[in-house]
């Protein structure tokens, strides 16, 4: 520290004057401008002011203290079943839906670990000069940088196979490598093995819970059919659940070695268990079923539908970066991640608040404004009651489901950014409706008993086809029709033993596709290792037969003449109108044969005959 000499005595008084004689000028003439000029005329920077902040959390401190425990102001909602907030524009390369569903996927993945500090909101914004996509993540605490580049790992190994448009299986299993070993500890947690190291954070009780094998025993003991209904598919469903739950007990008492082979194999099966007939969920296919609430709603089914996503988001982005619409985009992916803002206490709150990470995201969009912004905002966890109020008011954002609890310690930071009073203004009527809201629903007195899981594993509920097909396929002919595509794929080792049906929301890979219709039937096409794909449209059908991943020589033929058709009565039927999106059939060819012969139609209607036939390597 730096000394100094000490002034004389009478420096001193002078000094002590002139201070005292300042700050009454400054006190005058604060007085005086604060009665001559108006309030209204010089607002506040930011959104909030005192009155609002005060009444805002008065409010929700007064309906916090009201709520008896498990309650919540209002139930549950799940907006992937209902209508989309946000209208549909044909600006966008992706549907809503996906765009949603993509989100939500990211968000997942980012909350590695158990703890509040890891819940994640996640969008995924479309880039058009140059093609891309770019992801941005928001997390209640900052991301972590090993949470950063995990996820940067799992982008580069998607643009890699972008970049290549072939070698599909070889990205895959990649890509799942990737995302069970930065998974790992979190999924360990799901599945409660004694490999799992307790959080600190964790209170008495949250780790007690048994390993996920010993509850499933509970739940096969609610998978029964009433009176004997539906045996076959009860027994199915069963069979799945045993193996899952076998797979599990392995797993929990290997120590090492085979570990990461285990825990990939309990994901598979989870993923069987949970895209059980036309079902992407367990819970979802059990409530189909007619069981319990105690069964479909329980801890253990919706454990094994958030296993099952690490297989689901593989495939997903693997489809994402081989479909032809948007596999230029999946060249350029990038990742970028928001510092989180710190914590505060506004006029009127209990305690010090945060600012979750869906606040954070569109608070971004509303700074750096963009002529093609996100239009759904993905979540690790279910919004909250505020975040879901807010969202509802901002209006330019959707979400895939709310779990409506309330959480008192929820703020938006001031924004002193804020410049356009216009913009104030809009925030600030946001902030009074969800005051008038809350209001509202302490005179109603009115509350919901509330056990719903804080998060789900949300499944890409699409009726027909995504938009990316339904928009590609409608050039291929003039007929209005709503498209169903299917896929046929068939890679060197499958042919050995099976071909494989699959709806997909995908075109061909090739810039000069191979496309057909019905009156161009029988055709017979040379399949060899350059052989990309071929399509045929059939009515509401689209058919897209895949060779991408062969590395052999054979033969496709097709024909819809039900004479040349009528020695394929014996073989394998698939209906297509009875295949949901993304299901699978599998057909078997006959041990020791290198061909194959199956029947698709669609309600009986446009029935074609596809005989495969291959040769040796």
């Not at 140059?130 to 941005?136: E, N, Q, S, V, Y």
């Not at 709310?402 to 930071?413: A, E, Q």
């Not at 086809?465 to 169903?484: E, G, K």
């Not at 014996?570 to 060819?589: H, M, P, W, Y």
């Amino acid at each position: 520290m730096q000394c100094t000499e000490p002034l004389p005595i009478l420096n001193l008084l002078e000094a002590a004057s002139r201070s005292v004689c300042m700050s009454w000028a400054f006190q005058w003439l604060y007085h005086w401008v604060a009665m001559t000029i108006p309030k209204e005329q010089n607002p506040s920077p930011g959104i909030w002011t005192r009155a609002i902040s005060q009444s805002f959390y008065g409010n929700v401190n007064t309906l916090s203290k009201k709520l008896r425990p498990k309650q919540s102001p209002r139930a549950p909602k799940n907006y992937r079943q209902s209508a989309p907030r946000v209208k549909e524009t044909k600006q966008y390369l992706l549907s809503y839906e996906e765009e949603l569903h993509l989100a939500d996927h990211i968000a997942f993945l980012a909350h590695v670990e158990e703890g509040v500090e890891f819940g994640s909101a996640a969008v995924l914004q479309e880039m058009s000069d140059p093609p891309g996509f770019t992801f941005r993540l928001a997390s209640n605490h900052t991301p972590r940088p090993t949470v950063v580049n995990g996820i940067e790992r799992i982008l580069e190994i998607v643009q890699d196979h972008a970049e290549a448009g072939k070698h599909r299986q070889q990205h895959q299993a990649r890509l799942f490598d990737e995302i069970v070993s930065f998974s790992e500890k979190r999924i360990h947690g799901r599945m409660r093995t004694r490999h799992w190291v307790k959080p600190d954070h964790f209170r008495k009780g949250e780790s007690d819970l048994p390993p996920l094998y010993v509850g499933i025993d509970r739940i096969l003991e609610g998978i029964w059919g009433r009176d004997g209904q539906k045996l076959a598919e009860f027994a199915s469903l069963r069979a799945s659940v045993i193996a899952l739950r076998d797979a599990l007990r392995k797993l929990d008492l290997e120590y090492a070695g085979e570990q990461a082979n285990l825990l990939k194999d309990a994901i598979l099966k989870s993923y069987d268990v949970s895209n059980q007939a036309s079902s992407k969920s367990l819970e979802t296919h059990l409530q189909i079923m007619g069981l319990d609430e105690r069964v479909y709603a329980s801890r253990e089914v919706a454990q094994i539908d958030k296993l099952s996503k690490y297989w689901g988001i593989c495939k997903d982005l693997i489809r994402l970066s081989r479909q032809p619409e948007t596999r230029s985009h999946c060249q350029n992916l990038k990742l970028e991640f928001f510092e989180a803002y710190p914590a505060s206490q506004p006029p009127g709150a209990a305690d010090l608040c945060f600012v979750h990470g869906e606040i954070q995201l569109i608070l971004f969009y509303e700074k750096y404004k963009n002529d093609l912004p996100p239009r759904a905002i993905g979540s690790s966890t279910s919004a909250c009651f505020l975040c879901d109020l807010f969202v509802k008011y901002h209006g330019q954002f959707g979400i895939s489901h709310s779990h409506m609890k309330l959480y008192p310690k929820w703020t938006i930071p001031d924004c002193k950014w804020m410049s356009h009073q216009a913009q104030r203004k809009r925030f600030r009527e946001m902030i009074r409706s969800m005051d008038a809201e809350i209001a509202g629903l302490l005179k109603k007195n009115v509350y919901y008993h509330n056990v719903a899981m804080e998060s789900r594993a949300h499944v890409l509920l699409l009726e027909q086809a995504s938009s990316i097909a339904a928009s590609t396929v409608t050039t291929i002919s003039d007929v209005p029709r709503t498209p169903s595509p299917l896929v046929v794929r068939m890679s060197s080792s499958a042919l050995s033993s099976s071909s494989t049906i699959v709806p997909q929301n995908e075109k061909a890979a090739a810039s000069h596709p191979s496309i057909y219709q019905l009156e161009d039937l029988p055709v017979t096409i040379s399949i060899s290792p350059s052989t990309k794909f071929c399509e045929l449209t059939a009515g509401i059908v689209s058919y897209l037969f895949d060779f991408e991943d062969i590395a052999t020589t054979g033969w496709l033929y097709i024909t819809h003449s039900p004479r040349s058709a009528e020695r394929y009565r014996k073989e394998k039927r698939v209906n297509t109108t009875g295949l949901s999106f993304d299901s699978s059939v599998c057909i078997q060819a006959k041990p020791h044969t290198r061909h194959l012969m199956f029947i698709v139609h669609a309600d009986g209607h446009h029935e074609l005959g596809v005989y495969v036939t291959w040769h040796e390597p």
